[in-house]
């Protein structure tokens, strides 16, 4: 695990995440994360003390195989939304589209780096690897259906009005649904990010995930 290098690409990875939602709303017409200044890169307007810097490391302190986290929710307003049939599903694809979007970026560039030739590269390497893992976790995770990830707002946004019981039931136990994922379901989800990175790097990715794993 890269430690204190791990935090910092996960704060990084979850500020870039929160702009991209308040970003889109700004081009849905709703101006209120602009206005409550979360349309920054500047971690500390984003950070949740809990879910952004504790659990965080917390779970590198204890070795965990997997970090995860969250910041504080960009304030969006919907009845300010141009698009008002698909403005919310808009703005919550936006977050994890633009971590997909890092993960991209940073995993080419990892097919040009020798990882044989010095130990400065695999060091650079692995921190380039951690930052394509991280933000495929940070994308899949939140396209998982249950409330208050960004999954769940996509898919009410498509549910029919004969399917209210279930926006219902999602709404009202989200949180409970949330925390038995994490414990119990959550490696499911591994071969998915395994699969991504796999296909974004290329033939590297074996060798750079046995650098910080």
Do not use: C
């Not at 899949?140 to 409330?147: A, C, G, H, K, Q």
């Not at 989800?189 to 290329?202: C, D, L, T």
């Amino acid at each position: 695990m890269l430690g204190v290098f791990g935090i910092i690409i996960f704060i990084f990875s979850v500020v870039i995440h929160e702009v991209a939602h308040g970003a889109m709303a700004e081009r849905m017409g709703d101006p209120t994360a602009r206005l409550a200044g979360r349309i920054t890169l500047n971690p500390i307007r984003h950070l949740d003390p809990i879910g952004s810097v504790m659990l965080p490391i917390l779970l590198v302190i204890t070795n965990s195989p997997f970090i995860i986290g969250w910041a504080k929710p960009v304030p969006v307003n919907p009845l300010n939304f141009i698009d008002k049939k698909y403005g919310e599903a808009k703005v919550s694809l936006a977050g994890p589209l633009a971590n997909i979007t890092v993960a991209i970026v940073f995993g080419l560039l990892l097919r040009f780096i020798p990882l044989a030739s010095t130990s400065f590269t695999q060091n650079i390497a692995s921190i380039f690897g951690y930052i394509v893992w991280i933000n495929l976790l940070l994308a899949v995770f939140n396209l998982i259906p249950i409330p208050p990830l960004d999954g769940s707002h996509i898919l009410f946004t498509f549910l029919p009005r004969s399917a209210d019981n279930i926006k219902i039931f999602l709404s009202r136990y989200g949180f409970f649904l949330l925390i038995f994922f994490i414990f119990f379901l959550f490696p499911f989800i591994v071969p998915v990010i395994v699969f991504f990175f796999k296909a974004i790097i290329g033939p590297k990715a074996i060798l750079i995930l046995s650098l910080f794993m």
